[in-house]
Structures are given as C-alpha cells and as structure tokens.
C-alpha cells in the first residue's frame, strides 16, 4: 500500500501540518509503482535557515514508477475516456466539476503555497499571491470553457450541409518542469479537462509535492476515476514512456529545448502524437530614453528576478538607450541591491528573493556567473551565492558584455542580468532579434508609436508594453523560433487540445 508523509511546518506565514499521498495517482487510486522506487524530496532551503520547518533537507520520499506504471495510467484514462469522460460528459457538467476543483484549490490555498515554498524555495507570500491564484484563475477560466466548443456550420452548396466537431484527442500526456510546479500544472490541466481529454501527467521528479496533493482535491471534487493520473518519475524513464506511447495522441511540455527536441523526435518517431512545446527563452528588455524610469526599472527588475531568475520569460538581456543609460544603471543598481537585501528565508514576510530551486540549478548558474567573469564581463553587482547555506545567489548584473559571451546567448535560469547600451532603434531591434529564442520580450518608452513598431518588431511569442511578464489565462502564450510550438491559454489552447472532424450531409445530390 503507498503511504502518507505528514510535513510540519510553523512559522509565522503558515502554521500546520500537511499530509501528503507518496505514491502514483491512477484511475482514482493511490498505488505503488509497479516496480516499486522511491526518490528524496529536497528542501533548497537549509535547515539552518528555517528552523522551523521540521522537515530538514529531505522533505520526504515519494513513488517514481516506469513505462510500465505509464501503461497503466494510459489504459485507465483510455478507459474513463470511452465510458465517463470525453465525449460521453455534457461539457456543463465537466465545466461544475472543473470549477469545483478551482474552489478546492483556492480553499486550500495556504497549504498548497506551503508546499511550493518548501519544494522550490519560492517566498511564501509571492507563492500564494502569485502562483496560487494564477494556478486557481487559470482552472476556472477553463471551466467556463467547457460547454462553449462548439464546431461550425458550412453550408457549401444548396445540396450539402457539413459542420465541424471540435473533438478531444482522448488520453494526452502532460510533462512538466520544476519552475512553476502548480502553475504549470493549471496551464496543462485547465484546457485538457475543459476539451474531455483525459490525463497522464508527469510533474518533475524535483518536484511532485503539489501535484500529488492536487489529485486528492480531484478525487474529493468527484472527477471520474481515470480522468487524472500522474506518474511521477524521471525524464528518461517515465517522460519518454509518455512522449513514445502509442496510445497517448498529444503530448504538451514544458522545459528544456533540448529535451523539447528530444519529445518532438519521439512523436516522429511512434505514432505522429500532436505535441505542443513551451521551452526556454533569453528575453529581451529594451528601455529607451524616453521611458518612464521609475516605471521601466521596477518592470525590468520583475521581468528578470522574479522567481529567482528562473521564468521561461526572465528578461535577462537589458537593452538601455545611451541617454538615460547612467541614471538607470544607478537606480536599477539601487533595486537589485534591495532585492538581495530582501534574501532569505521563504517564510519570513520580508523575504522577496528565495533560494534556487535545486542543487543542479545552482551549480548550472554559478558556472554561468564564472564563464561571464572568465570571458571578461564586468560583474557590476551580486556575481556570488548568497551566504553558506542553501542554494541562495545574489541577484546578478554583468555589464561590459558582447554579444557572443555565453551569457548573453544561453538561458541562465537564474537571477543573472546582461545590461547592454543601445544608441537607435533600429540597431536594438536588430539586437533583441538577435537569439535562437522569441518567447517574450518588453518595451519602455512613452512614444506610443515607437512602443508598438518595436513590439510588432520583436520575433516572440509575447511582447509587453510598458509592463513585464502579464501572463493572463485569456491571451495566448508561446514562442517563436526555438523557444516553442504551439500556444497556451485563451482559445488557442482550447484549439491545441481538440481535434476537428468536418461531417458532410448530402440533401440530395445523386450519383
Ligand atoms: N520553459 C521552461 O519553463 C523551463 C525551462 N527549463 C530550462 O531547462 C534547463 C534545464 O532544466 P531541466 O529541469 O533539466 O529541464 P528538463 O527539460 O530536463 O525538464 C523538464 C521536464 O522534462 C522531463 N524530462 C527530462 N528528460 C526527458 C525526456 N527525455 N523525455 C521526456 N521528458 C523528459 C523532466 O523530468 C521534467 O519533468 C533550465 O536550466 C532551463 O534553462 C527548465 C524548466 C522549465
Ligand atoms: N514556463 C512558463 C512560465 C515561466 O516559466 O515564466
């Protein structure tokens, strides 16, 4: 039988105990792998830091199965897709329960920004504010969605009538990273639940925690038993058990290019499944002379620093026109150097900037400072971790950068800034244009016509006026070039997770 792990935790922020399932969430079960595995659970935070906290480093050990538990999952959703879900639930009634699990959410909203906190070292308060009413928003905007899919009528001669059917794809598969893990939980669940497909999820194996308390609130909101399953799990093992699954017939992922090309490549190489890829980015900043300073500086410090640097959409290439280059860099200078101020534990209510999420991101972003340094970047605040403890680093600026240093032209994932000095527009198009990536970029300048030349200029998916990162549920997201295929959110997410048939009706045409 799987077991439970109970986390204390008392602080002032949250005060309580959690429990949470360790196992595989299958056809509306809690199961053991079946080839049984366990794997530790780390807080980035050290003990030192929050005593409170009992739980110390490991936080617990929870399931990871294989292919095999993959098979599993996969016939039990194909099975609550023939009987009880997909095309045999009223999209009204799929649209209660989804909502119903929104009001679940945000019930236990506390405990779920608990577990973020302590699973990815995000500040409590920005957790709950943030990603947990981002996560609550996003499923309900998607279950209004649910009874509005409708096809379309064409009628194509006085002898044929044909309509569409916007049809789901029945059982897809859902791999996500370690960044957002609730967040991007919502942005894969919502419209997948909403179109009547059913659910094999794989969270990452750093983690699980939300995503496994998540499925008990599915199973207390009444979802029929297959609908939602998660297989937690390695990339290698699990993740490409979904990405080569011959039952599964669209697979959405967020993460690496690299393995991105690696699940594009798996679809080839099986059964042509649909996949959709949002993927890594290196965005651009771009703040021209005539901006509202204080404005551009407290968007560009969100745009990069927010959850610690490591967004798809950090704005880590800041491009500053030569006039007000100097007060920017004094200013921005003067917010950065708060914001490391502001370090620390995530449970206290100063805290603004956390710990990176895990050993590996750390190292990955220490070596990223040291080739700047190496390479002859100035480092022009921060450039080290911060204090002995945890997987803390000081929020990072290099100036004197040039366009082909590593850390220009590679997503860090960090909190690790690359200021640069524009003299025309024209020439920072051409800069900002100038990576593999187009997921995001921004724009500071008070000229209205200047500000929309550049935005429609930028090769992205997203482009922000005057703002930063404003990612809503209603407004399609994705990338251009290597930063992805395919978009979320809004109607364009509802089109990624159906299928379209045309129905043809002869009204008397004769052979
Ligand atoms: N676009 C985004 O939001 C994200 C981008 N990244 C980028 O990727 C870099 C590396 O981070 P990682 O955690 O190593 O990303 P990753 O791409 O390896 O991991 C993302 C997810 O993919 C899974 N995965 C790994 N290998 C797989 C495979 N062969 N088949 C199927 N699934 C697989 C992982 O288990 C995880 O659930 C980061 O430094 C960052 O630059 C990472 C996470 C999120
Ligand atoms: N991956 C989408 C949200 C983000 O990383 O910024």
Request: overall charge neutral; glycine content about 10%; hydrophobic content about 40%.
């Amino acid at each position: 039988m799987p077991g439970t792990t109970t986390v204390e935790i008392n602080t002032a922020a949250f005060k309580g105990s959690i429990s949470i399932n360790t196992g595989l969430y299958i056809d509306g079960k809690w199961v053991d792998p079946v080839e049984p595995d366990t794997i530790d659970v780390i807080n980035p935070v050290s003990e030192a830091l929050t005593p409170a906290l009992a739980t110390a480093k490991k936080i617990a050990a929870v399931s990871i199965g294989s292919s095999k538990d993959v098979d599993v999952a996969v016939t039990a959703a194909q099975k609550a897709y023939k009987t009880s879900w997909g095309l045999k639930c009223p999209g009204s009634k799929r649209g209660k329960l989804i909502s119903r699990l929104a009001d679940l959410l945000e019930r236990d909203i506390d405990q779920f920004a608990a577990l973020e906190s302590i699973n990815a070292g995000k500040p409590f308060q920005i957790a709950k504010n943030s990603d947990l009413m981002g996560s609550i928003q996003c499923i309900r905007y998607f279950g209004g969605w649910a009874d509005k899919i409708h096809g379309k009528t064409i009628e194509s001669s006085e002898n044929k009538l044909a309509y569409t059917r916007h049809e789901p794809y029945g059982v897809v598969g859902q791999i996500i990273p370690w960044n957002y893990p609730m967040l991007m939980l919502s942005w894969k669940v919502g419209p997948a639940l909403a179109t009547g497909n059913c659910i094999v999820l794989k969270p990452s194996e750093m983690t699980p925690l939300s995503a496994l308390k998540f499925a008990e609130l599915v199973q207390e909101a009444g979802f029929p038993p297959g609908v939602f399953n998660i297989v937690n799990g390695y990339g290698t093992t699990v993740g490409q058990a979904i990405t080569e699954h011959m039952k599964i017939s669209k697979v959405a992922f967020t993460g690496s290019t690299l393995v991105g090309r690696k699940v594009l490549e798996a679809s080839a190489r099986t059964n042509l499944k649909v996949v959709t890829l949002e993927l890594g980015g290196k965005s651009p900043t771009v703040i021209f002379d005539d901006c509202n300073l204080e404005q551009a500086i407290k968007w560009t410090s969100h745009a990069l620093y927010a959850n610690m640097g490591q967004s798809c959409v950090a704005g880590s290439r800041i491009f500053v026109q030569e006039g007000i280059y100097d007060q920017f860099m004094d200013k921005f200078t003067a917010v950065v150097k708060a914001l490391g101020q502001a370090t620390g534990d995530p449970f206290e209510a100063s805290t603004q900037h956390g710990p990176q999420a895990s050993q590996v991101q750390f190292d990955r972003i220490m070596n990223y400072i040291a080739s700047g340094k190496e390479s002859g970047a100035t480092v022009h605040i921060g450039g080290e971790r911060h204090g002995t403890e945890g997987y803390f680093i000081q929020p990072t600026i290099f100036t004197n950068v040039t366009p082909d240093m590593k850390i220009v032209r590679e997503e860090i994932f960090g909190p690790v800034a690359a200021v640069q000095k524009f003299k025309t527009e024209e020439d920072v198009i051409a800069a900002a244009n100038d990576t593999e990536y187009g997921l995001s970029a921004c724009v500071f300048s008070e000229n209205v016509g200047r500000a929309l030349r550049v935005a429609h200029a930028f090769e992205s998916g997203s482009a922000f006026v005057n703002s930063a990162q404003l990612i809503e549920s209603s407004i399609p997201f994705g990338g251009y070039k290597s930063s992805g295929i395919g978009r979320e959110h809004g109607e364009y997410a509802i089109e990624t997770y159906t299928q379209v048939k045309g129905v043809h009706i002869n009204l008397g045409l004769m052979i």
